[in-house]
């Protein structure tokens, strides 16, 4: 298959007999992937290049939030609970001509719970009790206990299903089974990806693909306005929307996510080991003030790590409410009324450098002093999420109904309360949806009222596209630049 590419964001036109039509999207993204592997590093920006587009997993993610199947066509599930048995769709390949079956399966979901896992999300695996093989396209997996969560955290990126033959370079040569192959990374440009029209399911109307990295506002803005993009999706910059909604050119797409904003705290790092310091922080924090400086008024307040678009949301905000002579009376009991100084360490996405700024200020003006330090992604991973070496820092949560994070004493904010770790080990055991919600409002209750961080905004999901460009994810359900129903209007 030829391909012309002149420059990145050059259009391959082909003919289609009576007009010429576009086959290839370039889209910015704001931040690049540390590397390409979904299943050994909690960084978004992988699954935002490769969900769906690259990889699949056996169950996956409509935009509206719905699981469906991908690799398994159906499934079965025992009446105790405990047993799924996966069919899989039959004649599957992985892009290099492998066979994709039962063999594939087990591997991935045994290397993902393994004792050496690199899986940032290894607990969706933790409940697995072995994997079966059946036959090439069946596939059983048993459980230690009833998991009401078990389809849903199969349709994450982190579950997705890789081969034995080709994980040695998956993180600079990822191959999957989705409808793009990954073609080529040039890094600290672009990633681009061609139509894999070997593909099992509905083949993708783009014939290619390239996520161009722009990590600065203005230049996200310039390029757009240039029409050296075609689309750019989680626009860093929503001052700029307005001239894009008044450019007949583009549309402007909000919608929201599954991205909990939060001051992410060290709870065992002091002074933040103290409830008293945390409860001062959260009453520092001016919400509107936040989201108008740092989103030019888009993102809801949220009290909790939870979606309010979810049925079982519960607004929480009341229990944090902006209260600066609070905080200080809290700072004082905790014996900290000469004030205290922390770190707050910021990566790379415009909401975090900017908000970062203002909660510096709202912060300085009740005694807790910050000192500021602008982490690239690869930094931010190595000293914040896996050394834990901070007291602050600010991040989005894209993942799909994460709470279950807080039930982790290890994971980076070192947040340990056995009756947290209990609630969630119930809900993970109840099937009935009403329970489930039930428990899930007690639980956002147990974390807002601990201030195990500082909750800010559920991130919107803010996008622009050319006009005639169709089928792009408005909500994002999880944390994905889904192509894969991708196409330029006729």
Do not use: C
């Not at 370079?169 to 070997?198: H, M």
Request: glycine share 8%.
């Amino acid at each position: 298959m030829k391909r012309f590419f002149l420059t990145a964001s050059v259009l391959v036109l082909a003919f289609t007999g009576s007009a010429w039509a576009k086959d290839s999207l370039t889209i910015g993204i704001q931040l690049e992937p540390p590397h390409l592997d979904p299943t050994s590093a909690a960084a978004g920006a992988i699954d935002d290049v490769t969900y769906a587009n690259v990889f699949e997993g056996l169950t996956r993610f409509q935009e509206d939030g719905s699981i469906v199947p991908s690799l398994a066509e159906s499934w079965t599930i025992s009446d105790d609970g405990l047993t799924y048995t996966f069919k899989l769709h039959d004649g599957v390949t992985f892009h290099d001509g492998t066979t994709m079956d039962a063999e594939d399966v087990k591997f991935s979901l045994d290397r993902a719970r393994g004792d050496d896992s690199t899986n940032a999300q290894k607990g969706l695996f933790s409940g697995i009790a072995e994997v079966n093989v059946i036959d090439p396209t069946t596939v059983e997996v048993k459980l230690s206990e009833t998991d009401g969560n078990f389809l849903f955290n199969m349709a994450w990126g982190d579950a997705a299903i890789v081969a034995p033959e080709s994980i040695e370079n998956i993180k600079t040569n990822p191959i999957g089974t989705g409808a793009f192959k990954f073609s080529k990374w040039v890094q600290g440009d672009r990633v681009e990806l061609v139509r894999n029209d070997a593909y099992w399911g509905q083949p993708a109307d783009l014939k290619a693909a390239t996520f161009k990295f722009i990590s600065d506002p203005t230049a996200a803005f310039s390029a757009m306005m240039a029409g050296d993009l075609d689309a750019f999706s989680a626009f860093p910059a929503p001052e700029n929307l307005i001239q894009f909604e008044a450019d007949d050119r583009y549309r402007v797409l909000i919608g929201s996510t599954e991205g909990e904003t939060i001051l992410s705290t060290n709870n065992k790092k002091p002074p933040f080991d103290n409830v008293k310091v945390r409860k001062a922080l959260a009453h520092a924090i001016n919400r509107k003030e936040l989201i108008d400086g740092a989103q030019f008024g888009y993102g809801t307040p949220i009290g909790s790590h939870f979606a309010p678009h979810h049925p079982a949301y519960v607004d929480l905000t009341g229990n944090s409410q902006y209260d600066p002579e609070l905080a200080k009376s809290l700072l004082k009991e905790a014996g900290l009324e000469g004030g205290v100084t922390v770190s707050l360490k910021l990566p790379p996405p415009s909401y975090a450098r900017r908000g970062g700024e203002i909660i510096a200020a709202q912060l300085r003006a009740v005694g807790i002093n910050t000192e500021i330090s602008n982490l690239e992604w690869a930094q931010w991973l190595e000293e914040v999420f896996r050394g834990k070496d901070f007291n602050l820092t600010i991040v989005s949560h894209t993942e799909p109904m994460d709470i279950g994070i807080y039930a982790n004493p290890d994971y980076y904010f070192q947040y340990d309360n056995a009756d947290f770790q209990a609630r969630i080990k119930e809900l993970r055991a109840t099937t009935d949806t009403d329970k489930r919600n039930e428990l899930l409002k007690k639980a956002q209750t147990m974390i807002s009222e601990d201030y195990v961080n500082g909750f800010l905004f559920q991130l919107p999901r803010l996008s622009v596209a050319k006009k005639e460009i169709e089928g792009l994810w408005v909500n994002a359900p999880t944390q994905a630049v889904d192509l894969t129903h991708v196409r330029w209007a006729e």
